[in-house]
């Protein structure tokens, strides 16, 4: 005899051990194995001893599938919910800073709006009343008086122009009648 294994012994060999080619397949190759020692044990003892790999593997595999999924599914519904909330949190905090610095700006401009009338104040305090006041006054009513006359003329310079508008048509009518005569 040749110690070399013939068709009779791979037919033995691959009765023995299945081949699967994915990870699911695998699966069921574990629980084939479990279940071919459990029948080896069984034959010793009287009691049958219910299989442990399901009958339909194809239901199996999808019921075992969609509990992944459904597992994936809860967590991930579980950190939107956790992010939502978070994004919830963080606008109503930045609505509360966005109050918070209005508020600041405000109270900020008005310290520094009293804060310039309260320089202004004591400045006018020490400064006291310009010298060239009292010019600027004056010429201030000598300009308002000579405004006022130049208005008076601009009125008397337009009657002016109304009446000659009017009687230079006038005079030259009594002219062309004089020549006529």
Same mark, same amino acid.
């Given at each position: #005899?040749?110690?070399? @294994?013939? @068709?009779?012994?791979?037919?033995?060999?691959?009765?023995?051990r @299945?081949?699967?080619?994915?990870?699911?397949?695998?699966?069921?190759?574990?629980?084939?194995?479990?279940?071919? +020692?459990?029948?080896?044990?069984?034959?010793?003892?009287?009691?049958?001893?219910?299989?442990?790999?399901? *009958? $339909?593997? /194809?239901?199996?595999? #999808? =019921? #075992?599938? *969609?509990y $992944?999924?459904? %597992?994936?599914?809860?967590?991930?519904?579980?950190?939107? $919910?956790k %992010?939502?909330?978070?994004?919830?949190? /963080?606008?109503?905090?930045?609505?509360?800073?966005?109050?918070?610095?209005?508020?600041? =700006?405000?109270?900020? #401009?008005?310290?520094? *709006?009293?804060?310039?009338? =309260?320089?202004? /104040?004591?400045l +006018?305090?020490?400064?006291?009343?310009?010298? &060239?006041?009292?010019?600027?006054?004056l010429?201030?009513?000598?300009?308002?008086?000579?405004?006022?006359v130049? &208005? /008076?003329?601009?009125?008397?310079?337009d009657? %002016? +122009?109304?009446? %000659?508008? $009017?009687?230079i @048509? &006038?005079?030259? =009518?009594?002219?062309?009648?004089?020549?006529?005569?």
């Amino acid at each position: #005899m040749s110690t070399l @294994p013939g @068709p009779s012994a791979e037919n033995a060999t691959s009765k023995k051990r @299945p081949v699967f080619s994915s990870s699911s397949s695998a699966l069921w190759a574990i629980l084939g194995k479990e279940m071919s +020692q459990s029948t080896s044990t069984t034959a010793k003892t009287t009691i049958p001893v219910p299989p442990l790999a399901p *009958l $339909d593997k /194809a239901g199996a595999s #999808m =019921r #075992m599938l *969609l509990y $992944d999924t459904q %597992l994936n599914l809860e967590k991930f519904s579980a950190r939107v $919910d956790k %992010l939502t909330g978070g994004v919830e949190d /963080a606008r109503k905090e930045l609505v509360t800073v966005q109050r918070m610095f209005e508020g600041d =700006r405000d109270k900020i #401009m008005g310290e520094m *709006l009293d804060i310039s009338n =309260r320089c202004q /104040a004591v400045l +006018q305090k020490c400064i006291g009343a310009p010298a &060239q006041s009292a010019q600027l006054e004056l010429m201030l009513k000598s300009q308002t008086s000579i405004e006022a006359v130049f &208005q /008076a003329l601009e009125k008397r310079t337009d009657a %002016l +122009q109304t009446v %000659l508008f $009017d009687a230079i @048509p &006038q005079l030259w =009518r009594m002219r062309s009648d004089h020549e006529i005569i």
